[in-house]
């Protein structure tokens, strides 16, 4: 029987799309499996993401991640979009099945999914506080509250982007879900089972920044995790730490969605080790930074 050279394609669109990870892992949990998969990291302007979806149509594509600034702009070209990325808003994976091209959001699945495996932790109801008001915290509220989550209190800056996202998500989701704003250093109640930094603060390379937050008064249960995965130990996770709190990084939601999209794509149960070192083995040059100033001590 002749042998078949042709490889299954996946891709990321993006841009900047440069220094995105994902390829990282799941080239290296297509090696471990043997499959001859590869995943392609291309840089699509805004103006050309309708071409490129032809494209992945026409060559047969198998599937795709979307980044930066494509997740809301390709709802209009997919032909169907699952539920929960309906109410997300954005679509981050795409999977095929035929010719018809199914848009999914697998960041907050991949981050109930660490909590579950990682942490140990079942969402329904856990009372939650999110940090920002951007793409993964909108992902990552939407998940929580369909998980049965008690109770989300979202906090951030922009106090209209904020309070809009709260109010929308708790009417979609009939889930309580509050606003409160962040102005200065933050008190965290001491309420809380779940605090999650799901903005941007710490990602490298300005890895010396920190969420300014006052944990004085928290439950030495409470899990403290963060959405950034480069590095994998945060400055916040570092004075979470020191503080005698639980931690859970960012390369777990990483990791895990990518184990989602790997399962979609694939059909294959996909090798979390392997996926997780090859990343730690990008990130961990750049890992090693020295420690923030805490904003408040405990």
């Known amino acids: ?80 979009i699952t539920h929960d990325a309906a109410l997300i808003g954005a679509v981050n994976t795409i999977r095929r099945e035929g010719d018809r091209l199914i848009g999914e959001n697998t960041d907050g699945k991949g981050f109930l999914r660490g909590l579950k495996v990682d942490a140990g932790i079942d969402p ?8 920002g008001a951007g793409g993964a915290a909108r992902a990552i509220v939407t998940e929580l509250a369909l998980a049965g989550a008690a109770d989300i209190l979202v906090v951030n800056r922009s106090i209209d982007r904020g309070r809009h996202m709260a109010e929308e998500l708790s009417r979609k989701t009939k889930t309580r879900i509050r606003f409160e704003s962040w102005q200065g250093i933050y008190k965290v109640p001491a309420d809380l089972d779940l605090l999650v930094n799901a903005t941007s603060i710490g990602l490298y390379p300005d890895v010396g920044n920190i969420p300014a937050l006052d944990l004085d008064d928290v439950s030495p249960k409470m899990l403290v995790t963060d959405a950034v995965p480069n590095p994998p130990e945060t400055a916040l996770l570092r ?40 990343l730690l083995d990008a990130f961990m040059p750049d890992a090693f930074m020295p420690e923030a100033a805490p904003a408040s001590s405990r």
Not at 30 to 51: C, H, M, Q, S
Not at 124 to 131: A, E
């Open 1 to 80: 029987m002749p042998k078949d050279f042709t490889a299954s394609l996946v891709a990321c669109l993006g841009d900047p799309v440069r220094e995105n990870p994902t390829g990282v892992m799941q080239e290296a949990a297509f090696r471990a499996l043997g499959l001859n998969w590869r995943y392609l990291t291309i840089e699509v302007p805004a103006p050309k993401l309708r071409d490129a979806l032809i494209g992945l149509r026409a060559l047969g594509i198998a599937g795709a991640n979307l980044t930066i600034p494509h997740k809301v702009t390709v709802l209009k070209y997919l032909d169907e």
């Open 124 to 131: 329904h109801g856990v009372r939650t506080l999110v940090l």
């Open 239 to 278: 004075r979470a730490a020191a503080l005698g709190l639980p931690v859970l990084d960012g390369l777990s939601m990483l990791v895990h969605q990518g184990v989602i999209g790997f399962r979609m794509w694939t059909g294959q149960d996909a090798p979390e080790s392997v996926m997780k070192k090859a």
